[in-house]
């Protein structure tokens, strides 16, 4: 763990009950920018929260102790789930969840002109009314200019809870315009019926032949995996990868320096022990591992542990390449018993630092 900088931990206390779903850019005058959804009324998803951000003047070393609101809450419930993205035409992007409701989220964005000290108007990603679960860090441009939104769609018949499915449908919306107008790609991806969770919160990545590579959480032990050879329009039909894996989302991004893959995700392979305490409603959240993968996530090679408390869940990673480091940020929680048997929850996001060369060690 010598190896593993935790360079800003923020956490969670009874006027701010949760801080998770973060998202790392490099600004122009190098410094670094984290927003994350800071939770200020109960550490549920639907309790009240706005995006916040801490700045960084070292390359991620150490974090200022203060928190400027990014953007405040929009929505009903709250705003979460952002992603940071430099645009193309070198404006800064952000794109985070509005939430009203069982049966109304969406994604939305903003462009800054000035390296988000104020941000231009709001533009929905997603043109079409329902519930839609976009994570933290998952937006991409593509090498041809397309803006991609992997998103996962969950009906409600009545905008209650009690009617909410947990049955995830994978899909994309996508721009050609940088956000102006926003399509619906034509696949929507299904799970077997035998699923619970469906296809739940996807990824993409695009691949050095121009295809894309989408991966989907689900309860069937592992990512399932579809591609796309025009630009996210349709989709093969996803099959399990290696990554095996609790119902938990996994992130992928190309490492700059080697153009090889980096994967963060829970492995529950057998690889390593498997946690022994306290877990959440969804399975063990633990250990957070790294791998590679050399031909295009194909295979997964060197794998090595990030956190490892068996107590502990460790998800919603994102991922910023800054010269020869990287950082994670990641939801970093505990459940502990007290002395009266009561179960203690704490949510916090941690911020790591690692050297990119240790991942291939």
Known sequence: ???????LELTSN??????????????????LLLAYSHFYGGSEDNAPAYIAGRYSYDLGKTWDNKDTILIENEGHENIMSVTLLRLASGKLAIFYLIRNGWNDCRLYMRKSKDEGNTWG????CIPRDGYYVVNNDRVIQLSTGRIV??????HCSDGTFKTWS?????????SDDEGETWYQSKSELIANPESRSGFQEPGVIELKDGSLMMWMRTDMRSQYISYSYDQGITWSTPVPSELKSPLSPASIKRIPKTEDLLCIYNDIS?????PQGIRTSLGPRTPLVSTLSTDEGRSWIKHKIIESDP???????????IDDKVLLSYLAGKITINSDGVR????????SRVNIDWFYE
């Open 270 to 274: 057998g690889r390593f022990p498997y």
């Open 166 to 174: 947990s049955r995830g449908v994978s899909m994309c919306f996508f």
């Open 311 to 321: 107590d502990g869940w460790y998800c919603y990673t994102s991922i910023c390449f």
């Open 149 to 154: 939104v992997p998103a996962a769609y969950h």
């Open 344 to 351: 203690v929850i704490s949510n916090s996001l941690r911020v």
């Open 1 to 7: 763990m010598s190896n593993i900088e935790r360079v």
């Open 121 to 124: 108007k709001k533009v929905c």
């Open 14 to 31: 009874v006027n701010n009950p949760r801080n998770s779903e973060g998202s790392i850019i490099e600004l122009r005058d190098k410094r």
